[in-house]
Every structure is written in structure tokens, then in C-alpha cells.
Nanobody, 124 residues
Framework: QVQLVESGGGTVQAGESLRLSCATP????????KAWFRRVPGKEREFVAS????????IYADSVKGRFTIFADKSKNTVYLQMNNLKPEDTAVYIC?????????????????WGRGTQVTVSS
């Protein structure tokens, strides 16, 4: 079993930045692909960004491209989501997911492990 622990959420003003972390305790899952999804009440969970286990491939949703960056620190077994120029529509619970095959995926299918999420609130 792989545990994913998100942190870094909070409340910010529009235009500000936040960095989310998805830590995997121990060495398990270090080569898994990781992704960020977000959930807004009443809506489907939405893909945000993903990174392959090697770090060589990254994928972004069009709504965040150019503002968000996903990257990994292998020494800490942690994946980050740097979010710049935040907008009120980015308000959501951000959830980390892991894929054992090591791929960068857009879909929820294929991610075997999920974190509990961290709340991001952007006020206008």
C-alpha cells in the first residue's frame, strides 16, 4: 500500500501563488507516475497535471497551462504543484494520485492510489 500525503493548501488572493506537496513516506512509489486532480462540490473530479515516474513527461490541463508547474524531488520522494497567478475558479480540493506503471496520465482510471486532498481557496 502506498500512502500519499498532501499539504500546502490555504487561502490566497487572486494573482497570488501556492505550492502543494504530495509526499510518499518511505521509498515506496518513488517511480510511480503522479498526478494532481481537483474537486469542486457538485462537479466531477478534474485533471490538473501529471508527471511520469522518471520525471521526463509532464501533462497539464489547458485551464492551468502556463500558470501551474508539476515537478518532483526524488530525494524527498515528493511531487509538487507550483501554482502561480491563481484565479477564483482554481478554488477546489486538490488531490494527489499515483500510477504504479509510472506513466503521466490524464485520466482517473489507472491511478491506484489516492490521497485525501488539501483545500485551496482563492478569493477575488
Amino acid at each position: 500500500q502506498v500512502q500519499l500525503v498532501e499539504s500546502g493548501g490555504g487561502t490566497v488572493q487572486a494573482g497570488e501563488s501556492l505550492r502543494l506537496s504530495c509526499a510518499t513516506p518511505g521509498r515506496s512509489g518513488s517511480m510511480y507516475g503522479k498526478a494532481w486532480f481537483r474537486r469542486v462540490p457538485g462537479k466531477e473530479r478534474e485533471f490538473v497535471a501529471s508527471i511520469s515516474g522518471t520525471g521526463g513527461t509532464t501533462i497539464y490541463a489547458d485551464s492551468v497551462k502556463g500558470r501551474f508547474t508539476i515537478f518532483a524531488d526524488k530525494s524527498k520522494n515528493t511531487v509538487y504543484l507550483q501554482m502561480n497567478n491563481l484565479k477564483p475558479e482554481d478554488t477546489a480540493v486538490y488531490i494527489c494520485a499515483a500510477d504504479r506503471q509510472g506513466s503521466a496520465l490524464r485520466t482517473q482510471t489507472g491511478h491506484e492510489y489516492w490521497g485525501r486532498g488539501t483545500q485551496v481557496t482563492v478569493s477575488s
